[in-house]
T-cell receptor, first 116, second 110 residues
């Protein structure tokens, strides 16, 4: 498996509190992504990064912010958690060079977040 | 923005039957990828298709990329219980965004 570590793996938090999920990679890959997975919706892109301090919004970015101050770390913050943000969050990485595997996405194990 | 539609949402087959899932993009893709997610697990890369009309095989799995590079399919011949899971297609736009279809859940009865 690719060297991706997500933390925490499981978290229960209260509505209105800020939450930060961390993704750490040891592959030195350029691209990093945050997806959320919900039944019937598949994997939806929240934010992604194409380099240190370079980030962009995905299709479901409202209520989320990200930061990437180092190549290896990509943080996802829920500014004020709501019950609709209860989900499984997957971090993913991609090398980005043009090759057979350059566009392959490698996923972390996932972070289960429950907002009560 | 780009949308990737995947059908069917769910399929339950008898072991030994064939299975097909289809993927359609609203925009032309630079490539399409397929992933498999076992229950409780994370998506795992299966294959990438790049060329118009490309067909690739992995044992009992056959992947196709449409001529217009807007649709794709995954066909499994003679399903086995180990094929259970959710199969996702993902389209890469000419840029950095990889957009996933909603996935097809495959259940196999033994």
């Amino acid at each position: 498996d690719a060297g991706i570590t997500q933390s925490p793996r499981h978290k229960v938090t209260e509505t209105g509190t800020p939450v930060t999920l961390r993704c750490h990679q040891t592959e030195n890959h350029r691209y990093m992504y945050w997806y959320r997975q919900d039944p019937g919706h598949g994997l939806r892109l929240i934010h992604y990064s194409y380099g240190v301090k370079d980030t962009d919004k995905g299709e479901v970015s409202d209520g989320y912010s990200v930061s990437r101050s180092k190549t290896e770390d990509f943080l996802l913050t829920l500014e004020s958690a709501t019950s609709s943000q209860t989900s499984v969050y997957f971090c993913a990485i991609r090398p980005g060079y043009y090759s057979e595997t350059g566009n392959t996405i490698y996923f972390g194990e996932g972070s289960w977040l429950t907002v009560v | 923005g780009q949308q990737v539609m995947q059908i069917p949402q769910y399929q339950h087959v008898q072991e030994g039957e064939d299975f097909t899932t289809y993927c359609n993009s609203s925009t032309t893709l630079s490539n399409i990828q397929w992933y498999k997610q076992r229950p409780g697990g994370h998506p795992v890369f299966l294959i990438q298709l790049v060329k118009s009309g490309e067909v690739k095989k992995q044992k009992r799995l056959t992947f196709q990329f449409g001529e217009a590079k807007k649709n794709s399919s995954l066909h499994i011949t003679a399903t086995q219980t180990t094929d259970v899971g959710t199969y996702f297609c993902a389209g890469l736009e000419y840029g950095n965004k990889l957009v996933f279809g909603a996935g097809t859940i495959l259940r196999v009865k033994s």
